[in-house]
């Protein structure tokens, strides 16, 4: 989804508009776009998303009426797949979107309010949903009316949600231009409720400003609060915004108490971490005329050398050659050998683009200058919600981030990585995977299984892993080349064939379709086979489609003509 996006794109095109490379890729978006238009399903959200992407990308070129035609077919998308399915949030946050680029504030808010009443869906989508409110409720009355109106409408929606704490977040941020001591009275309610260790830091900070406002305003001495603050959210700063906000709030705390010198240093340290934030967006965004530029007009600080080099290492306008001097120019080497998981992290965003090669090309010469001997190198590396931190080398680094199948030989051939004591390669490259399953990891596999010869014990859990994610290239490669058997079970009993009767319409795309009609036109399926449960992959279309849901699957059932004895 990319919703707020457009602006970041507008602001880029500024940035670029004479640069003829960049408007000769985003017209190829344009034509892209419009194949997807093509190739989706009329009346789905991947239609009216596709819509809205070509909109973006009309938007750099001020193509106002095109962009209107598209906001206007993306809405009719939405409103075909809302009759089919009309519990998804993301319908309504989605047309409540294009209500709010049309200036429709009132009818953005109706609809935000119908998407936050379904936000258990989905985390991400509610935080926007709640940003969006505050935005519409903004426009729509004015700022101070808006930010009561904001209230209000928080303070009902925590009446029925009352550990909503992204409703409790937003209406902090309203109270604050309204009543701030019930603004630090919600902002104290989340830092207790301990949610997240960055979020922590964010409320205190926010908890502080209200504080000094007070302090500022009221002359109400609140030193003992503050100091608290900025001691607890000094140990759980990570972003660089959050520190910047940290030393301008530290040094007007020290004007409060006169203790100008120390105001002065602050002010300093926020001028500097300003400053290196400036230079890190130049160098991570802009065309490499200007990278140049800005670098030569500065001292880098030896504190700020991977900051740079992550920046470098992500700007698309910057190509191999031009990297290699910038690297070698202002000696861009890690302080911390640990830190090379961020360039993997980084590079994950460039394997489905055209900027693949040169992203991954960069990726061998960081490594090559940094590390003589990769068999011998591991790094430390901390797996989401557990507390010890697991060893990672760089063969297990590129199947967890999903790398080319060139960087692969890279490491191989090139580098003797050792790669036969990995035993669980598919397994790896497949599960526990944040990204889709996509043809660049079916490339990978060929690689291993065709040239290198590899023969992988079968997994059956993987069938069902590729299932899900719709990869109809790689489910045949599995089926029809390893040989995987179709009539697999997982722990719940649950065949693929079930697995597919259980997913929800928003769920499918092209490739669910493809591979649920492979399946049905295979001689080898069992349709009649049971789960645990006793339900077999009719029954749970029979159950389903009489609660209203789930209409595709029955389509494709009637299609083939099974038997459902009930019908909506």
């Not at 990995?422 to 079916?442: A, H």
């Amino acid at each position: 989804m990319f919703f707020r996006d457009i602006h970041n794109y507008r602001k880029k095109y500024l940035r670029n508009k004479y640069d003829k490379n960049f408007l000769k890729e985003n017209k190829l978006k344009i034509k892209e776009a419009d194949e997807e238009i093509k190739n989706k399903f009329s009346g789905s959200r991947d239609k009216a998303l596709a819509y809205l992407n070509k909109a973006r990308y009309l938007m750099l070129f001020n193509k106002f009426n095109e962009v209107l035609r598209c906001f206007k077919s993306a809405e009719d998308n939405i409103d075909i797949f809302r009759r089919e399915d009309d519990s998804y949030e993301e319908i309504y946050f989605l047309k409540g979107f294009i209500k709010s680029i049309q200036k429709d504030y009132k009818g953005a808010l109706e609809e935000y309010d119908k998407a936050k009443k379904l936000y258990t869906r989905n985390y991400l989508c509610e935080g926007k949903i709640c940003n969006e409110i505050a935005i519409a409720n903004r426009k729509l009355y004015g700022f101070i009316e808006g930010n009561r109106k904001t209230v209000e409408y928080f303070d009902k929606v925590l009446n029925y949600l009352p550990d909503d704490y992204w409703s409790l977040n937003f209406r902090a941020l309203a109270n604050y231009f309204i009543d701030v001591r019930k603004s630090i009275k919600d902002w104290t309610q989340l830092i207790e409720k301990n949610y997240d260790r960055d979020l922590n830091a964010q409320w205190r900070l926010a908890r502080i400003k209200c504080n000094l406002k007070i302090w500022q305003t009221e002359n109400i001495n609140k030193q003992k609060e503050i100091v608290d603050d900025f001691e607890k959210a000094e140990k759980e700063l990570t972003d660089r915004e959050e520190q910047i906000v940290f030393y301008y709030y530290k040094s007007l705390f020290y004007k409060l108490i006169n203790e100008y010198v120390k105001a002065k240093k602050c002010r300093r340290v926020a001028k500097e971490l300003y400053r290196m934030k400036f230079v890190s967006d130049i160098c991570r965004h802009s065309s490499k005329e200007q990278v140049k530029k800005i670098l030569s007009k500065i001292e880098i600080l030896k504190d700020y050398q991977e900051e740079i080099l992550y920046a470098l290492f992500t700007n698309e306008n910057i190509n191999l050659e031009d990297f290699k001097h910038l690297y070698r120019k202002y000696n861009l080497k890690f302080s911390n050998k640990n830190h090379i998981y961020e360039l993997f992290y980084r590079n994950r965003y460039f394997v489905e683009t055209e900027n693949k090669t040169i992203s991954e090309d960069k990726l061998k010469y960081i490594i090559n200058e940094n590390i003589k001997d990769l068999n011998k190198w591991e790094d430390k590396f901390k797996v989401s919600g557990k507390e010890k931190e697991q060893k990672l080398n760089m063969f297990e680094y590129a199947l967890l981030y999903k790398t080319s199948r060139d960087f692969f030989k890279y490491l191989i051939e090139e580098r003797h990585i050792n790669y036969k004591k990995e035993k669980n390669i598919l397994k790896r490259l497949l599960l526990n995977s944040n990204y889709e399953l996509t043809n660049s990891i079916l490339d990978t596999i060929k690689y291993f299984v065709e040239d290198l010869k590899i023969k992988f014990k079968k997994q059956n859990i993987l069938l069902f892993e590729i299932c899900r994610y719709g990869n109809f290239e790689l489910f045949e490669y599995f089926v029809e080349r390893l040989n995987y058997n179709l009539n697999v079970k997982n722990k719940d009993g649950n065949t693929l064939l079930i697995v597919f009767a259980e997913m929800c319409d928003f769920e499918y795309k092209q490739g669910h379709f493809d591979i649920l009609k492979y399946l049905l036109d295979s001689n080898k399926i069992d349709i009649e086979a049971k789960n645990k449960k006793n339900e077999t992959f009719l029954s749970i279309i029979d159950k389903n489609t009489e609660d209203g849901e789930y209409k595709i699957l029955k389509f494709i059932a009637k299609t083939y003509g099974f038997n459902i004895n009930k019908t909506k």
